[in-house]
Structure formats: structure tokens, C-alpha cells
């Protein structure tokens, strides 16, 4: 692993606190389409098909731990947007190579293997930094003031992810994931992304970027440096691809749970081998699912969960903090 090029403080909570198991959290494991019932078009994905709901979409990098259904199949008890066919509103095809830059090279060119821990990563306030990747597109699109003002208040309580996504939601009508891509270029971010997601890989470490922001958002950073998947709440696309402005699913801290437990049971990985990366208390219910948690420059809240506290400006710091079972030695 690259050797610190900065300053890091490390202090460590909650020294001696149980890791919680698998079992311990079985009802995450349920299907998360809480929404209710969707409005036009279907939810956009990279390469403009609908997505069935509930999917959790892995790189080729890794197999599963039992045999999974294809990747057009819903979960059991899911459907699709419609119930029925791909939209022919969102026919067109977009390649999954992203304009950011390459991701990093995949764990390994042979056969798929079982990964052996999972990191999850959140983007605001943790791989964004200094503005939530929301508010710097936002500003971009013109309705910057308005999303600071929704962003205070859920920041102190007074407001839910789901209402703050659904107010939001109408100013993104009529554009295009291409659009936000090409905004999310210039989003300031925490140097060494593409270093410590490199050296996860070479451990055979499963990497999610899990995010309360808008999906197609984390999918313009999670393309760009190689992340195994990626979440978000997502939003119906109409003609042409175009987004709608209509939430299509919401996405929640129990929904970054949820996601986490998902790829859990799909690889066989306990829940005491996953790390959550984040610093708000959107991580915090998070935190405390996982096995092993690390507030990145981390708000006081996020800190006090959190099994190690790290306050640095280059990711792979956090890869000292990790403990050793999650960075096993390279085959």
C-alpha cells in the first residue's frame, strides 16, 4: 500500500464493541421498493434499458456466492417498472465506458472470485468534498439556493431523504444522464480514490459506492474509478432518456443497510467482514450494521459511531485503519 504522503489523525472509538453478525439484521434482506406507485417512463440506467426494481448490479470481477439469476431478472418478489417490458422511451444506448477516465484494472483476468470483505464508501462529505455532489450540480442547473435551503434541513432533522429527493426532483426535468456526467467531471474530490480502490481490488475487497444522492450522479464517480456497484435514489426517464423529474425510487440511511446486507448474503460475506467509509449521521445507522466503521473527516456525530475516527485529505490513509482480516494477503 502507498505509503501516507499526509498528516493523519487516527483516534479509535469504541474499542471492544461487538460486531454485529449476519443474522443480527435478516430484515434488511426484504425487498426495498417502498415508493409507491411510479409515474411515466422508467428509471434511467447507464445503458438508457429500465431497471427492475430491487436490483443490485455487480461487476464481472466477482461470482456469487450462490448462483445468481441473470442480470435482466428481477429478485424474487420485484418487478419491473411497468411489470412488464423494457420502455421503449428509454431505448437508447448508452455505453457503459464512462467519459471521466478509466476505472481501475479489474481484481483479476481470470476466473470470477468470492470476495473476501466488502468496503462501503459514501460520496458527500466523504469522497465529495468541501459541497455535497447535490449542490455543486445544483448550482450548475440553477437551482442551487434551493437545494442549500432542503439540505439544511434535513442536515438538522427537519426534513427526510425522501422529501428532500421528491422537492428536488422536477428541476432535473428534461435532462440528460450525459448532462449530469459531464457537470460531475469538475465535482472536488478527496485525492488518492483511484489509489486505495486499486490496492482494495488486489485483496479481492468488493467495493460499493453508497450514496443518498441521485444514482445517476454516483454513477459518473463510480464508472470513473471502478467501483464494484454503486446506489442512490434513482428517477423515472422518459423519451429519449431524458430524466423526468419524477422520483422513481428513494433512498434512505436504512436503504444504505439494506444495499450493504444485500451483497452480503449475495457473496457469503458475514456482516463482521464489512467496513462502512462515511462521515454524517446518514452513515451512522450504517455504522452500526458493519463490523468495522471509519468517519472520514467525520462530523462529531459520525465520529462518536464510528469504531476509528480518520482526518486526512488522501484516501488511502483509511487503509491503515482497517483492521487486518479485511486486508487479506494477495493471492
Same mark, same amino acid.
Given at each position: 500500500?502507498?505509503?501516507?504522503?499526509?498528516?493523519?489523525?487516527?483516534?479509535?472509538? /469504541?474499542?471492544?464493541?461487538?460486531?454485529?453478525?449476519?443474522?443480527?439484521?435478516?430484515?434488511?434482506?426484504?425487498?426495498?421498493?417502498?415508493?409507491?406507485?411510479?409515474?411515466?417512463?422508467?428509471?434511467?440506467?447507464?445503458?438508457?434499458?429500465?431497471?427492475?426494481?430491487?436490483?443490485?448490479?455487480?461487476?464481472?470481477?466477482?461470482?456469487?456466492?450462490?448462483?445468481?439469476?441473470?442480470?435482466?431478472?428481477?429478485?424474487? /418478489?420485484?418487478?419491473?417498472?411497468?411489470?412488464?417490458?423494457?420502455?421503449?422511451?428509454?431505448?437508447?444506448?448508452?455505453?457503459?465506458?464512462?467519459?471521466?477516465? *478509466?476505472?481501475?484494472?479489474?481484481?483479476?483476468?481470470?476466473?470470477?472470485?468470492?470476495?473476501?470483505?466488502?468496503?462501503?464508501?459514501?460520496?458527500?462529505?466523504?469522497?465529495?468534498?468541501?459541497?455535497?455532489?447535490?449542490?455543486?450540480?445544483?448550482?450548475?442547473?440553477?437551482?442551487?439556493?434551493?437545494?442549500?435551503?432542503?439540505?439544511?434541513?434535513?442536515?438538522?432533522?427537519?426534513?427526510?431523504?425522501?422529501?428532500?429527493?421528491?422537492?428536488?426532483?422536477?428541476?432535473?426535468?428534461?435532462?440528460?444522464?450525459?448532462?449530469?456526467?459531464?457537470?460531475?467531471?469538475?465535482?472536488?474530490?478527496?485525492? /488518492?480514490?483511484?489509489?486505495?480502490?486499486?490496492?482494495?481490488?488486489?485483496?479481492?475487497?468488493?467495493?460499493?459506492?453508497?450514496?443518498?444522492?441521485?444514482?445517476?450522479?454516483?454513477?459518473?464517480?463510480?464508472?470513473?474509478?471502478?467501483?464494484?456497484?454503486?446506489?442512490?435514489?434513482?428517477?423515472?426517464?422518459?423519451?429519449?432518456?431524458?430524466?423526468?423529474?419524477?422520483? *422513481?425510487?428513494?433512498?434512505?440511511?436504512?436503504?444504505?443497510?439494506?444495499?450493504?446486507?444485500?451483497?452480503?448474503?449475495?457473496?457469503?460475506?458475514?456482516?463482521?467482514?464489512?467496513?462502512?467509509?462515511?462521515?454524517?449521521?446518514?452513515?451512522?445507522?450504517?455504522?452500526?450494521?458493519?463490523?468495522?466503521?471509519?468517519?472520514?473527516?467525520?462530523?462529531?456525530?459520525?465520529?462518536?459511531?464510528?469504531?476509528?475516527?480518520?482526518?486526512?485529505?488522501?484516501?488511502?490513509?483509511?487503509?491503515?485503519?482497517?483492521?487486518?482480516?479485511?486486508?487479506?494477503?494477495?493471492?
Amino acid at each position: 500500500m502507498p505509503a501516507s504522503r499526509h498528516s493523519t489523525a487516527i483516534a479509535r472509538l /469504541g474499542e471492544g464493541r461487538a460486531a454485529p453478525e449476519f443474522e443480527a439484521i435478516t430484515e434488511f434482506l426484504v425487498d426495498t421498493t417502498r415508493a409507491g406507485p411510479r409515474t411515466g417512463g422508467g428509471r434511467c440506467r447507464a445503458d438508457g434499458r429500465r431497471e427492475k426494481s430491487g436490483e443490485i448490479r455487480v461487476r464481472p470481477r466477482f461470482a456469487p456466492f450462490t448462483p445468481a439469476a441473470p442480470t435482466d431478472t428481477p429478485p424474487p /418478489g420485484a418487478a419491473g417498472c411497468d411489470g412488464s417490458q423494457r420502455s421503449k422511451d428509454c431505448a437508447q444506448v448508452w455505453e457503459r465506458k464512462s467519459a471521466l477516465g *478509466a476505472p481501475t484494472e479489474p481484481m483479476t483476468q481470470s476466473p470470477r472470485r468470492i470476495p473476501r470483505a466488502i468496503v462501503s464508501f459514501d460520496l458527500d462529505g466523504t469522497l465529495v468534498r468541501g459541497i455535497s455532489s447535490g449542490q455543486f450540480v445544483a448550482d450548475r442547473l440553477g437551482h442551487g439556493d434551493i437545494l442549500r435551503a432542503l439540505e439544511l434541513q434535513y442536515d438538522t432533522g427537519l426534513m427526510s431523504a425522501q422529501a428532500v429527493a421528491a422537492t428536488e426532483a422536477p428541476y432535473f426535468s428534461g435532462r440528460s444522464r450525459e448532462n449530469i456526467t459531464s457537470i460531475m467531471r469538475d465535482v472536488p474530490l478527496i485525492e /488518492g480514490i483511484r489509489e486505495t480502490l486499486q490496492e482494495l481490488h488486489r485483496r479481492s475487497v468488493f467495493t460499493v459506492l453508497n450514496t443518498l444522492a441521485w444514482r445517476f450522479m454516483a454513477s459518473a464517480v463510480g464508472d470513473r474509478f471502478g467501483f464494484d456497484e454503486w446506489t442512490g435514489a434513482r428517477m423515472n426517464c422518459g423519451p429519449g432518456g431524458l430524466l423526468t423529474g419524477a422520483v *422513481a425510487r428513494h433512498f434512505d440511511e436504512r436503504d444504505k443497510v439494506r444495499a450493504v446486507a444485500r451483497l452480503a448474503h449475495r457473496f457469503g460475506v458475514p456482516m463482521s467482514r464489512i467496513a462502512a467509509v462515511g462521515d454524517a449521521r446518514s452513515d451512522i445507522p450504517l455504522f452500526r450494521a458493519v463490523g468495522f466503521s471509519i468517519a472520514l473527516n467525520g462530523s462529531a456525530q459520525a465520529r462518536a459511531a464510528a469504531s476509528v475516527a480518520v482526518a486526512t485529505p488522501w484516501l488511502p490513509d483509511i487503509l491503515r485503519a482497517l483492521p487486518p482480516h479485511f486486508l487479506p494477503a494477495e493471492d
